[in-house]
């Protein structure tokens, strides 16, 4: 049996995890892709990294200074404009890249104007908005009234669609997502093409 795909899951941000690129390349020569997600505040690591994952996630956690201090709550004191240079450099990273939107109602959204800013400043291959679901710690600080509807989710992702010239994709009502794309024809990983490569560095 072959693992297809891994995912970078570490506990806080993945980016602190000095050897990561070690971790990728060690996945990539086993014909595994690997998903890494970060909240964006070390763009100085991403600029660095080597190899990139197959696909990279930028998760915003609010539209604004305020909002993003807010829901983040960094331990850094730049975090906010480190998250912009992260913006800025994602067009130049030669992998997938998505820009998730976890969308939280009466605190971070709607604020379209400001994410369609910010998500033409990345450029991202993929947008993907959800709607925040109340469970786990986020119990302790919010509340049901806090999810917003996926009908909600879908006329937000169409805004932001018809603003940035994306494809309105896909969307799967239960998990209150949806997808854009830049171009769908490039919207699922060739998973032989990863094994291949794995054979040719082996």
């Not at 995912?7 to 995890?17: A, F, K, Q, R, S």
């Not at 910010?118 to 302790?140: L, N």
């Not at 997808?179 to 060739?190: A, E, G, Q, S, V």
């Amino acid at each position: 049996f072959h693992a297809k795909a891994s995912c970078n899951i570490i506990d806080g941000e993945p980016t602190l995890y000095t050897r990561l690129g070690e971790f990728i390349e060690l996945a990539e020569k086993r014909g595994i892709s690997t998903f890494l997600v970060t909240n964006g505040t070390l763009p100085m690591v991403l600029e660095k990294l080597d190899p990139l994952p197959t696909q990279l996630y930028v998760t915003t956690a609010g539209p604004t200074k305020e909002i993003f201090n807010d829901v983040l709550n960094p331990a850094i004191g730049n975090a906010w404009e480190n998250f912009n240079r992260t913006l800025e450099i994602l067009p130049s990273l030669d992998t997938r890249k998505v820009i998730r939107h976890t969308l939280v109602k009466d605190v971070n959204m709607p604020f379209i104007d400001e994410y369609a800013k910010m998500d033409g400043i990345a450029q991202p291959d993929y947008i993907e908005s959800k709607g925040y679901v109340h469970v786990g710690q986020s119990i302790t600080r919010l509340n049901q009234d806090n999810m917003p509807s996926h009908d909600y989710i879908v006329e937000f992702s169409k805004e932001l669609a018809s603003r940035l010239g994306y494809d309105f994709t896909s969307e799967r009502r239960d998990s209150r997502v949806t997808l854009l794309c830049k171009d769908p024809t490039k919207r699922f990983i060739n998973f032989s093409e990863i094994e291949e490569r794995s054979i040719t560095v082996s």
